[in-house]
T-cell receptor, first 116, second 110 residues
Framework: DTAVSQTPKYLVTQMGNDKSIKCEQN?????MYWYKQDSKKFLKIMFS???????INETVPNRFSPKSPDKAHLNLHINSLELGDSAVYFC???????????????FGPGTRLTVL | RKEVEQDPGPFNVPEGATVAFNCTYS??????FFWYRQDCRKEPKLLMS???SGNEDGRFTAQLNRASQYISLLIRDSKLSDSATYLC???????????FGAGTTVTVRA
């Protein structure tokens, strides 16, 4: 059973397009996250939702908009894609708090976005 | 200064060897510490949490030094399957955010 799933796995698109990435977790976790991992391999937090409420909103362009219809889903919509948006985007989830006494976060398989 | 810094490596070691590496963190109030493992083109996976007194999980030993603000990971009796990038992860108290290092690459050769 997949714990954290993302679709699509690969996304190739032209500059200026709008695209969405979907994430679902079946772990019963309260908190979900979006991370960006660039070519230098740094994982940077973008957003986090706890029970559908936005709790982390890092400095990302407002072309990126997360949406959490329920606590098991967190989608990411990106408007007017730019070359610099090319990266791997990981969704993650965790129990009630980010670190929760050592439980850590569970990551989805990633979405590899390439903007041409 | 980056929040979490790691030696990128690579550490190339023969099977059966012991390899160890550190990571330093800048926020002295950090409270939770982890090592994650990331295989090529895969997602990060939690390897182990790091506790104040140090802890072991099989061939893996993690240590925390709060005074010098670093954590370490030691892998004994390396296996080919240990080849991966090891990410040092730190979280300040009461915060949902995890700060990731850029990773230390370990390659175990036959």
């Amino acid at each position: 059973d997949t714990a954290v799933s993302q679709t699509p796995k690969y996304l190739v698109t032209q500059m200026g397009n709008d695209k969405s990435i979907k994430c679902e977790q079946n772990l019963g976790h309260d908190t979900m996250y979006w991370y960006k991992q660039d070519s230098k391999k740094f994982l940077k937090i973008m957003f986090s939702y706890n029970n559908k409420e936005l709790i982390i909103n890092e400095t990302v362009p407002n072309r990126f908009s997360p949406k959490s219809p329920d606590k098991a889903h967190l989608n990411l919509h990106i408007n007017s894609l730019e070359l610099g948006d090319s990266a791997v985007y990981f969704c993650a989830s965790s129990p009630a708090s980010g670190t929760s006494g050592g439980a850590g976060q569970f990551f989805g398989p990633g979405t590899r976005l390439t903007v041409l | 200064r980056k929040e979490v810094e790691q030696d990128p490596g690579p550490f190339n070691v023969p099977e059966g060897a012991t390899v160890a590496f550190n990571c330093t963190y800048s926020n002295s109030a950090s409270q939770s510490f982890f090592w994650y493992r990331q295989d090529c083109r895969k997602e990060p996976k939690l390897l182990m949490s790091v506790y104040s007194s140090g802890n072991e999980d099989g061939r893996f030993t993690a240590q925390l030094n709060r005074a010098s603000q670093y954590i370490s990971l030691l892998i004994r009796d390396s296996k080919l399957s240990d080849s991966a990038t090891y990410l040092c992860v730190v979280s300040p108290p009461g915060d949902y955010k995890l700060s990731f290092g850029a990773g230390t690459t370990v390659t175990v050769r036959a």
